[in-house]
């Protein structure tokens, strides 16, 4: 394996330059965790110690009430686990870990902090928000004076959409307010963690330090500052986490903590991608030990979580994070791309000190059957229970891209929404559902209806009346272009993140009248779910599609709201009689776009509804129903 022989040989030459400048060097050149709390659900952390020859040192510590429950060695001598435990009883500051060699000694002075008041009860998002998704280096680009960083392998070339743009936390937090007025209430960014990838690393899934924000996108601080600017605009914080695979520019690859740290071939093999293995009951070993071990790319290792050292650390740094930043809740990327039951224990660790926190995964499978078996409380035949309160329904996904330019048929059209919706029986929660148009990782959903504006808000409008809870693309709002099977094609810039862009999509006039009419009118759908729970989670009833007509309802005690979309190329009249019993009693209507009563919808309302009403072509009506 080419990799793997490279890999060693910078190992070796790595160790040698160690040893050399051992006598000029501290022992301990790195100390992660960098800090912790008191106060945590479990009060015993790990600690890891990594300089040369480390494991052969003496530690102890200077304070009763820090005990050494236990240390840990692996195969490199380099490296030093310590597993800690916290009495109740000590308050925060600082104490010493003292290592000896003979008669050489070094003191490590480590800190304890207090946690926030109510950090482990923290409230997190449900299917009451609305779910904003930005790639941090293709928002806004706030501070220019961290385009190039010494050290960092890549700067800013705008020209290539492979490179950085420059996007970064101050940018972010500079459009928050943008964010709220358009009626979004939890902001959900791609990884921030430092990434220094020669190539593609404004991306970040490619981790190169799980304790440090990278540079070109601001400060370990300015993270905190997001979360904190979030919260006072009434938005909450998502957390991007990447148990599967860190980058190959990690600090770990020039010295391997230990042999089984990640999962490694004779020569490179990437994962089959087939994430049904899990659930196929004819499924052969080999195929699933590909899944699990095979690597998601050539730069991205693959994590061995098997490994307790692995698990313990990279557990404790996303703990870190939410504890550090104030974080409301989590999405995991690629869960299915690893050993699931140790994915389960992964994400109940971290649960354990948050009972409160919301969990989605991304489950990228095909049926509801497949999607609803990752969701937590299912009662699965095998007793798994993946500990995700939440999935992502790629599903429903599938769905959007499809309808609105199909003919009306028996299974095509609008019969795709009815039958999808009618197996949500397979869900523990349907209400705790993410779904979407697009993300990162799939053509730009304008790419798919041909930027054809009367499409682009139907789907829109089915998007945010639907059951569970809607994530927005940035960019949507604004009906962003995109390239289709291109990667880069997903990811372009929103218009008006920096200064030399010729064009400002985030203010009124700097919109085409096609852009401020998309933004109008998600903005308005967004906003009336945000104040009306029958959105969020009212019981929904649809009806058979007929003729390109689907009605939906959702509705609560304190109100309804009906849904009439047209998918045909002309005008339709629709009798309401099949719809009486949702419409029984019912005197009045609000249209929830132009916020007027519908007076011709009340007109109907008042008769035995055997009046038809006229749905415009490629069209959703949402009415409130009194």
């Not at 998002?125 to 961290?146: H, K």
Request: proline share 4%.
């Amino acid at each position: 394996m080419k990799h793997l022989n490279k890999l060693i040989l910078i190992s070796t030459l790595f160790i040698y330059v160690l040893h050399l400048n051992a006598k000029t060097q501290p022992w301990v050149q790195r100390l992660e965790p960098t800090f912790w709390w008191t106060d945590m659900n479990n009060s015993e952390f790990q600690l890891m110690l990594y300089g040369v020859e480390i494991s052969k040192s003496d530690i102890s510590i200077d304070n009763k009430e820090v005990t050494i429950i236990r240390k840990e060695l692996t195969d490199n001598s380099n490296y030093v686990f310590l597993y800690l435990q916290i009495s109740k009883n000590l308050q925060p500051g600082k104490f010493n870990i003292i290592l000896k060699k003979g008669k050489k000694k070094q003191i490590v002075v480590y800190e304890l902090k207090k946690r926030s008041e109510g950090s482990a009860n923290r409230k997190s998002f449900t299917e009451a928000d609305a779910v904003y998704l930005l790639m941090p280096d293709r928002f806004v680009n706030g501070n220019t004076a961290n385009d190039s960083v010494k050290g960092y392998l890549q700067g800013v070339n705008r020209k290539d959409g492979g490179k950085r743009h420059g996007g970064d936390i101050e940018g972010i937090i500079s459009k928050i307010p943008y964010l709220a007025d358009l009626g979004i209430t939890t902001l959900w960014t791609t990884p921030l963690f430092d990434n220094n990838d020669s190539n593609y690393s404004y991306h970040h899934y490619a981790c190169s330090d799980y304790y440090k924000i990278d540079p070109r996108f601001g400060k370990n601080e300015d993270y905190a500052r997001l979360s904190e600017a979030c919260h006072s605009n009434g938005l909450k914080l998502i957390i991007d986490v990447v148990p599967n695979h860190c980058g190959s520019s990690h600090w770990w690859m020039k010295d391997l903590p230990a042999k089984n740290w990640f999962n490694v071939w004779p020569t490179y093999t990437s994962s089959n991608y087939r994430m049904t293995t899990w659930t196929d009951p004819h499924a052969s070993e080999v195929d699933k030990d590909r899944l699990i071990r095979g690597w998601f790319a050539p730069n991205m290792p693959d994590l061995n979580l098997q490994n307790p050292l692995l698990f313990d650390y990279l557990k404790q740094a996303y703990v870190f994070w939410i504890e550090t930043a104030n974080i409301d809740g989590m999405r995991v990327d690629t869960y299915p791309y690893n050993d699931i039951k140790t994915a389960a224990r992964f994400i109940q660790s971290i649960r354990n000190e948050y009972p409160n926190i919301n969990v989605v995964g991304e489950c990228w499978v095909k049926t509801p059957a497949e999607i609803a078996y990752y969701q937590s409380g299912n009662n699965n035949k095998d007793g798994f229970d993946s500990r995700l309160t939440s999935v992502m329904d790629f599903c429903l996904k599938d769905v959007f891209s499809s309808t609105f330019n199909e003919s009306e048929s028996w299974d095509g059209g609008m019969a795709r929404f009815y039958s999808l919706y009618a197996q949500d029986f397979v869900y523990p929660n349907p209400n705790m559902i993410m779904n979407f148009l697009d993300n990162h990782d799939i053509d730009r959903f304008s790419t798919s209806v041909k930027r054809d504006v009367q499409k682009y808000k139907m789907a829109l409008a089915m998007l945010i009346t639907a059951r569970g809870y809607p994530q927005i693309y940035y960019g949507t709002e604004i009906m962003l272009s995109g390239i289709p099977g291109s990667y880069e094609g997903y990811r372009f810039d929103f218009p008006g993140g920096w200064a030399a862009d010729k064009q400002n999509a985030f203010v009124p006039e700097g919109r085409t009248k096609e852009e401020d009419e998309v933004f109008n009118y998600l903005k308005k759908l967004l906003n009336y779910r945000k104040n009306n729970s029958v959105l969020q989670n009212g019981k929904m009833k649809q009806f058979i599609p007929e003729d390109g007509i689907y009605v939906t309802f959702r509705y609560n005690d304190q109100k309804t709201v009906m849904i009439i979309a047209n998918n045909n190329l002309t005008d339709r009249s629709v009798a309401l009689t099949r719809y009486k019993e949702m419409l029984i009693g019912k005197k009045d209507a609000l249209d929830v776009i132009t916020n007027y009563g519908n007076e011709k919808m009340s007109q109907y309302l008042s008769t035995p509804l055997t009046i038809p009403i006229n749905i415009p072509a490629k069209s959703v009506q949402i009415f409130e129903i009194n």
